[in-house]
């Protein structure tokens, strides 16, 4: 990108005009107007790097976008936009990579912009904000109206921010993706309400694999001896055939000839011809010519004969936009009638009702996949510790796809000591996960660089989300690891939350109890207060939400009990081994769970 030119930039930016990029700024459906999730962000900016003004900016090809601003001048505070002209932001959607800027008089690129004169704009601190897959929408930046040297630790906060900011963007666009897939699973839906039968079949799951068994399973005996389901990958080649014979005894025949047949289709197949043209094929009388000419392996012609094989008939499956996503085969013996005409207009029907079903279980599953994927990524990475061994785990509600609020962080403070947290927000939703991503910075933001009592720490964040505010009611444990020879010390403050474990090396395994405080969120700020302890080496400390102990239909006592039982024993474990076999003896996920395990070395 060449030096910005007063009224617009000499060169076009080509990552401005992006098609996927625009689309997932679309799918954010974000505006010039407040939005006080990212107005939020913003202010958190602006309190934190104490700055005059902080923006949430998002870039399109022709302006910037401001859903969240702190100390915006008039008459852009009003407008929450202005064009390209006035656009640092642009810069890093071109870079892709943080743009920091002590004086932006000195710099080539954007000394001639007319932010610098019209909003005030001399330091620049801009973090990208991106998508799932990495494209760069936006800028989350820290402006100051005279020349600033940056800290580190102030490009680390905002960093930190901005990734928050774009697990938020992400949540967006996640919930407009899913709306899509259900309108459209509501409107295919609402299409074939007028139908029976088949309709209920295929509409009953979102499983790909079991609506195939369903559809086998509904088309014979009625409308033929045995079927073929076959679904292709994008580039048209097999990667599902399922059978169905009507015969029991012919199970593993019919399951046989449907894998030699993923990879054994010759070029002049029916099916591949199917697939090529996407017009049906029906042979009211055939041979075993027809399976020899289709296929490279000669398995399949016995295996034919078996089954039966008198006359058979085969259709595109359609999805979205007459996309072909695979075929259905229907095959007679030679004892039953031919197919006709009117097999081929109930085939095709069910082709169509197919592809919707397959089509919406995909959605269904990429959206599930979307959902795991904003969750991870959500989750920090453990730091290395001297003489502290740390793991951690998340696992979703087996009956849910959401992401949910369980969180957990460790991190390291300046002076090398450790904080530790875990927490719960409140629902099962992507708000929820939100205010999750929210918390768990807000934590970080407030305890970084702070030798702060963690009951301290507990009361500034009380506070914090009291006045930003932060609509939440959720539990936390925040504790402080510090060496202390020839252990290490510990000090921990609970919001409600469950109690720590403590598994000493020697000796049954305690509850931390102590007081549990009252939850984050409250309309009044409790006071808080704090418990410490040493542990020696080999002692473990655990910390967990409570999918780990609570169930519908028993007390949350009698989970933690038999937690402890659970417990007996696994000093010697592995942390790592520790979190799996605790969350291998919970088959019965009616909640998010997470776990944070350290130990002293």
């Known amino acids: 990108m060449s030096e910005d030119t007063p009224g617009r930039p000499a060169v076009p930016i080509p990552a401005l005009v992006d098609p996927e990029r625009l689309r997932s700024l679309a799918e954010t459906r974000l505006g010039a107007a407040p939005d006080e999730a990212f107005d939020r962000f913003a202010r958190l900016v602006s309190?934190?790097?104490?700055?005059?003004?902080?923006?949430?900016s998002l870039v399109t090809a022709e302006r910037q976008f401001f859903p969240g601003a702190a100390g915006l001048p008039e008459p852009w505070a009003g407008r929450r936009e202005t064009p390209l002209s006035h656009s640092f932001c642009q810069h890093v959607v071109d870079v892709e990579v943080p743009m920091v800027l002590p004086d932006a008089r000195l710099y080539p690129r954007v000394r001639r912009n007319l932010a610098i004169e019209d909003l005030g704009v001399v330091a620049y601190a801009g973090m990208p904000l991106t998508d799932l897959d990495g494209r760069v929408l936006g800028s989350l930046c820290a402006i100051d109206s005279k020349?600033?040297?940056w800290t580190a630790e102030q490009l680390r906060t905002l960093a930190d921010l901005a990734a928050a900011c774009s697990s938020e963007l992400r949540l967006r666009i996640a919930?407009?993706?899913?709306?899509?897939?259900?309108?459209?699973?509501?409107?295919a839906h609402d299409r074939l309400a007028m139908l029976a039968g088949m309709s209920e079949t295929l509409g009953g799951t979102l499983d790909v694999a079991?609506?195939?068994?369903r559809l086998g399973q509904a088309m014979v005996p009625l409308l033929a001896d045995w079927c073929l389901i076959t679904l292709v990958d994008p580039a048209g080649r097999p990667r599902t055939v399922a059978g169905t014979h009507r015969d029991p005894e012919r199970k593993s025949d019919v399951a046989r000839f449907a894998e030699v047949l993923a990879t054994g289709l010759g070029p002049d197949s029916v099916i591949r011809s199917v697939l090529r043209s996407g017009r049906p094929v029906m042979r009211g009388a055939a041979s075993l010519d027809d399976v020899a000419r289709g296929t490279t392996s000669p398995e399949l012609v016995p295996l034919a004969a078996l089954l039966g094989f008198g006359s058979h008939l085969s259709v595109p499956i359609t999805a979205a936009g007459d996309r072909i996503i695979g075929t259905v085969t229907l095959v007679n013996g030679p004892v039953r009638r031919g197919f006709d005409e009117s097999d081929l207009r109930t085939l095709r029907d069910?082709?169509?009702?197919?592809?919707q079903a397959v089509g919406n279980s995909r959605l269904y599953s990429e959206q599930r996949h979307v959902a795991e994927v904003l969750q991870q990524s959500m989750l920090p990475s453990l730091p290395e510790v001297p003489g502290v061994e740390l793991a951690a785990r998340y696992l979703p509600a087996a009956d849910r796809v959401e992401v949910g609020?369980?969180?957990?962080d460790a991190f390291v403070q300046p002076d090398g000591d450790l904080v530790a947290a875990i927490g719960d927000v409140a629902g099962h939703d992507i708000e929820a996960a939100a205010t999750m991503g929210q918390l768990r910075n807000l934590v970080r933001g407030d305890a970084y660089g702070r030798d702060d009592p963690v009951d301290e720490l507990m009361t500034h964040l009380d506070r914090a989300i009291q006045g930003l505010p932060v609509p939440t009611v959720a539990s936390a444990v925040l504790a402080r690891v510090r060496p202390a020879a020839p252990g290490l010390r510990l000090s921990w403050c609970n919001a409600g939350h469950p109690p720590p474990l403590l598994i000493p090396a020697e000796g049954p395994v305690q509850v931390l109890d102590?007081?549990?405080?009252?939850l984050l969120g409250l309309a009044r700020t409790p006071r808080r207060t704090r418990r410490e302890l040493t542990l020696a080496a080999g002692d473990t400390l655990l910390l967990h939400t409570d999918g780990l102990i609570e169930r519908r239909d028993?007390?949350?006592?009698?989970?933690?009990?038999?937690?402890?039982?659970?417990l007996a024993g696994t000093a010697p474990l592995p942390l790592a081994a520790l979190c799996d076999r605790l969350l291998a003896a919970a088959p019965r996920r009616e909640d998010d769970i997470a776990l944070l395990a350290l130990r002293a070395r």
């Not at 104490?50 to 949430?56: E, F, N």
């Not at 919930?175 to 409107?187: D, F, I, K, P, T």
């Not at 609020?405 to 957990?408: A, C, L, N, R, T």
């Not at 102590?514 to 009252?518: C, E, I, L, N, Y």
């Open 47 to 56: 309190d934190l790097l104490d700055v005059p003004v902080a923006l949430v």
């Open 147 to 149: 020349p600033r040297a």
């Open 175 to 187: 919930v407009q993706s899913a709306e899509q897939a259900r309108r459209r699973a509501e409107e």
């Open 210 to 213: 079991t609506a195939i068994d």
């Open 350 to 355: 069910l082709g169509r009702r197919a592809g």
């Open 405 to 408: 609020g369980d969180w957990y």
């Open 514 to 518: 102590g007081t549990r405080g009252a």
């Open 554 to 566: 028993r007390p949350i006592d009698e989970g933690q009990a038999e937690l402890i039982e659970q």
